[in-house]
Protein backbone atom coordinates (compact mmCIF):
# COMPACT_ATOMS: atom_id res chain seq x y z
CA UNK A 1 0.00 0.00 0.00
CA UNK A 2 1.43 3.63 -1.01
CA UNK A 3 1.25 6.40 1.72
CA UNK A 4 3.35 9.41 2.61
CA UNK A 5 4.32 10.73 5.81
CA UNK A 6 3.32 14.64 5.84
CA UNK A 7 2.97 17.29 8.45
CA UNK A 8 -0.61 17.20 10.54
CA UNK A 9 -2.56 20.32 9.64
CA UNK A 10 -5.90 21.22 10.45
CA UNK A 11 -7.82 19.13 8.19
CA UNK A 12 -6.62 15.89 9.35
CA UNK A 13 -8.01 16.63 13.10
CA UNK A 14 -11.43 15.25 12.47
CA UNK A 15 -9.79 11.62 11.68
CA UNK A 16 -7.32 11.86 14.22
CA UNK A 17 -9.84 12.60 16.87
CA UNK A 18 -11.41 9.45 15.40
CA UNK A 19 -8.42 7.11 15.75
CA UNK A 20 -7.49 8.61 19.20
CA UNK A 21 -11.21 7.10 20.45
CA UNK A 22 -10.72 3.75 18.36
CA UNK A 23 -6.88 3.37 19.99
CA UNK A 24 -7.36 5.01 23.22
CA UNK A 25 -8.78 5.15 26.74
CA UNK A 26 -8.68 8.80 27.44
CA UNK A 27 -8.52 10.30 24.22
CA UNK A 28 -7.47 13.62 22.89
CA UNK A 29 -10.51 15.83 21.87
CA UNK A 30 -10.22 17.93 18.62
CA UNK A 31 -9.16 20.70 20.58
CA UNK A 32 -6.34 19.44 22.42
CA UNK A 33 -5.25 18.01 18.73
CA UNK A 34 -5.38 21.59 17.63
CA UNK A 35 -3.62 23.03 20.05
CA UNK A 36 -0.98 21.01 19.11
CA UNK A 37 -0.70 22.14 15.67
CA UNK A 38 0.20 25.96 17.56
CA UNK A 39 2.38 24.82 19.97
CA UNK A 40 6.38 25.26 18.59
CA UNK A 41 7.66 22.26 20.83
CA UNK A 42 5.02 19.69 18.66
CA UNK A 43 5.86 18.17 15.83
CA UNK A 44 2.25 15.91 14.85
CA UNK A 45 2.76 13.77 11.65
CA UNK A 46 0.38 11.78 9.75
CA UNK A 47 0.90 8.93 7.15
CA UNK A 48 -1.69 9.61 4.28
CA UNK A 49 -3.09 6.89 2.31
CA UNK A 50 -6.93 7.99 0.59
CA UNK A 51 -6.82 9.23 4.16
CA UNK A 52 -5.22 10.26 7.26
CA UNK A 53 -4.10 6.01 8.38
CA UNK A 54 -2.32 7.09 11.35
CA UNK A 55 -0.50 9.48 12.98
CA UNK A 56 2.56 10.37 15.96
CA UNK A 57 2.64 13.37 18.15
CA UNK A 58 6.33 14.38 19.26
CA UNK A 59 7.18 16.90 21.87
CA UNK A 60 10.95 18.47 21.97
CA UNK A 61 12.40 20.26 24.74
CA UNK A 62 15.85 21.24 25.87
CA UNK A 63 17.06 18.53 23.25
CA UNK A 64 14.67 15.71 24.26
CA UNK A 65 11.72 14.44 22.25
CA UNK A 66 8.81 12.88 23.85
CA UNK A 67 6.59 10.89 21.74
CA UNK A 68 3.07 11.69 22.68
CA UNK A 69 1.05 9.18 20.90
CA UNK A 70 1.48 6.49 18.06
CA UNK A 71 -1.32 5.32 16.55
CA UNK A 72 -2.95 3.37 13.47
CA UNK A 73 -6.46 2.34 12.55
CA UNK A 74 -6.79 -1.10 12.72
CA UNK A 75 -7.65 -1.27 8.83
CA UNK A 76 -4.18 0.05 8.42
CA UNK A 77 -2.03 -2.04 10.71
CA UNK A 78 0.73 -4.26 9.53
CA UNK A 79 1.61 -2.69 6.39
CA UNK A 80 4.50 -0.41 7.62
CA UNK A 81 2.65 2.78 8.25
CA UNK A 82 3.22 2.30 12.34
CA UNK A 83 7.17 1.84 11.29
CA UNK A 84 7.44 4.55 8.94
CA UNK A 85 5.86 7.13 11.62
CA UNK A 86 8.59 5.97 14.22
CA UNK A 87 11.22 6.42 11.77
CA UNK A 88 9.72 9.68 10.62
CA UNK A 89 9.64 10.92 14.35
CA UNK A 90 13.18 9.95 15.32
CA UNK A 91 14.50 11.40 11.94
CA UNK A 92 12.86 15.02 12.72
CA UNK A 93 13.80 14.89 16.45
CA UNK A 94 17.43 14.01 15.42
CA UNK A 95 17.24 16.24 12.50
CA UNK A 96 16.44 18.97 15.32
CA UNK A 97 19.39 17.74 17.71
CA UNK A 98 17.58 15.86 20.10
CA UNK A 99 19.98 13.45 21.87
CA UNK A 100 17.17 11.35 22.41
CA UNK A 101 13.67 10.00 21.92
CA UNK A 102 11.57 8.60 24.61
CA UNK A 103 7.77 7.00 24.98
CA UNK A 104 5.91 4.56 27.50
CA UNK A 105 4.05 2.17 26.81
CA UNK A 106 1.20 -0.29 28.24
CA UNK A 107 3.17 -3.17 28.97
CA UNK A 108 0.67 -5.51 27.86
CA UNK A 109 1.00 -4.41 24.41
CA UNK A 110 3.62 -6.58 22.59
CA UNK A 111 3.16 -5.59 19.16
CA UNK A 112 3.97 -1.88 20.07
CA UNK A 113 6.67 -2.82 22.32
CA UNK A 114 8.03 -5.39 19.48
CA UNK A 115 8.41 -2.77 17.11
CA UNK A 116 10.34 -0.03 19.57
CA UNK A 117 13.00 -2.33 20.57
CA UNK A 118 13.47 -3.24 16.50
CA UNK A 119 14.03 0.29 16.17
CA UNK A 120 16.50 0.48 18.52
CA UNK A 121 14.30 1.84 21.35
CA UNK A 122 15.40 0.40 25.00
CA UNK A 123 13.82 -0.41 27.88
CA UNK A 124 14.57 2.73 30.68
CA UNK A 125 12.23 1.84 33.26
CA UNK A 126 8.68 1.30 34.61
CA UNK A 127 5.73 3.61 35.84
CA UNK A 128 3.95 1.90 38.01
CA UNK A 129 -0.17 2.23 37.64
CA UNK A 130 0.73 4.48 34.94
CA UNK A 131 -1.89 3.84 32.96
CA UNK A 132 -6.13 3.95 34.09
CA UNK A 133 -9.14 1.97 32.07
CA UNK A 134 -7.50 -0.64 32.94
CA UNK A 135 -4.87 -0.13 35.54
CA UNK A 136 -1.94 -0.80 33.99
CA UNK A 137 2.40 -0.43 34.09
CA UNK A 138 3.57 2.08 31.51
CA UNK A 139 7.02 0.71 30.22
CA UNK A 140 9.65 3.65 29.32
CA UNK A 141 11.60 2.94 26.03
CA UNK A 142 14.07 5.56 24.94
CA UNK A 143 16.13 5.73 21.68
CA UNK A 144 19.85 7.55 22.10
CA UNK A 145 20.93 9.20 19.19
CA UNK A 146 24.68 8.05 18.12
CA UNK A 147 24.26 5.23 19.61
Known amino acids: MNFTIEKMNITHIPQIAKLEKECFSQPWSENALSDE?????SHFLVAVCDE?????GVQEICGEAYITNVAVFEKYRKL????????AACDGAQSRS???????????????IALYESEGFEKAGIRKNFYS???ENGVIYTKYFGK
Do not use: D
Not at 98 to 112: D, G, K, Q, W, Y
Open 133 to 135: SPI
Open 37 to 41: LKNEN
Open 52 to 56: AAGYI
Open 80 to 87: GIGRALIR
Open 98 to 112: CEFITLEVRESNAPA
